[in-house]
């Protein structure tokens, strides 16, 4: 059934001249059939460099958002519309404009798991892979508004010893992850090497051994000695760490740490996107040049890794 599944997605998508692009976190069936897989910046960017006329983004709202942002010309379709990110939706534009006027002058920065809006009120866009680089390059004495994950603002504040006003916003997924999960996947796999997200909660990322956005932890298993690893953050990505290493084993810190929208996503979604042609995300230009200043200006200080 997905293999026919998977066959009409493919006709379907060359007659609209289409890419599929898929996170990480999304079931390994919808990994599967995507032209590229990645974190979400590293989508975004294969979403500006294609030819298609059409982006179907596999992953959630934030993303598809991006990837609108830098691809004003394509049309970019959500296969779920009720797709969304709970941490994404935590701080709103209003909320970071209120914030600014209390710190007049200090200077923004959000997770690229933030909505247009929020990108659109913010001087530097940054992913798990570059904040710390991001906020290195920032002048010593002005004053640092992190939005809106305080797990990733406080690792990239001990990272850089950078004092930043943080915003109290968290992802679910990552804080279904307890200290005792990590305890009990070291108790049963005690040879293996335990990578966590930033995203983690910090007793979490204390007992780890490395703390690695997604993007990190696939080339770490690749280059790393190591056989074991447990995987602290969402699950989805063992498909991928499987998949790449076939010689090592991959367990996950917690089997909660399962993202119900990304997991929105399935194969008959994906082909009904591509049958109607929704749910189109679009983001008004007024915003979009703006966030996408944001964008440009964490591409400037390095590129996406
Ligand atoms: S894993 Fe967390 S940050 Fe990522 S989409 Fe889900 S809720 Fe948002």
Redesign the pocket.
């Known amino acids: 059934m997905s293999s026919q599944l998977a066959e009409k997605i493919r006709e379907l998508k060359a007659e609209r001249n289409a890419v599929i692009l898929a996170h990480n976190?999304q079931p390994g069936e919808v990994q599967d059939i995507a032209d590229f897989t990645g974190d979400s910046l590293a989508l975004s960017v294969r979403a500006a460099q294609t030819d298609a006329d059409v982006i179907v983004f596999c992953g959630?709202r934030f993303m598809a958002e991006t990837a609108a942002i830098l691809s004003p010309g394509k049309i970019v379709l959500l296969p779920d519309k009720n797709a969304g990110?709970?941490?994404?939706d935590m701080i709103t534009a209003g909320q970071l404009k209120d914030l600014k006027q209390k710190h007049t002058g200090a200077v923004v920065v959000c997770y690229v798991?933030s909505s247009a809006e929020v990108k659109a009120e913010s001087d530097y866009c940054c992913t798990s892979s570059n904040a710390v680089e991001i906020v290195e390059s920032l002048p010593r004495d002005v004053e640092i508004i992190f939005v809106p994950d305080q797990h990733l603002g406080q690792f990239v504040s001990e990272r850089t010893g950078r004092k930043m006003i943080l915003w109290p916003g968290y992802?679910?997924?990552?804080a279904a992850i307890t200290e005792d999960d990590i305890k009990n996947a070291r108790a049963a796999h005690p040879d293996a090497i335990v990578m966590a997200h930033p995203?983690c909660t910090e007793p979490v990322k204390v007992l780890s051994d490395q703390i690695l956005s997604t993007g990190q932890m696939l080339k770490f298993a690749r280059q790393s000695e190591a056989k074991k690893f447990i995987v602290a953050t969402?699950t989805g990505i063992i498909h991928t760490l499987k998949k790449e290493n076939p010689g090592k084993e991959f367990f996950a810190a917690s089997s909660r740490a399962v993202?119900p929208?990304?997991k929105r996503i399935t194969l008959e979604k994906v082909l009904w996107s591509l049958e109607d042609m929704h749910y189109k995300i679009t983001v008004p230009e007024e915003i979009r040049t703006r966030a996408k200043n944001a964008l440009d200006r964490m591409v400037a200080v390095l590129p996406a890794k």
């Open positions: 976190y959630v990110c709970p941490l994404a798991n992802c679910i997924t990552h995203e969402e993202c929208n990304m």
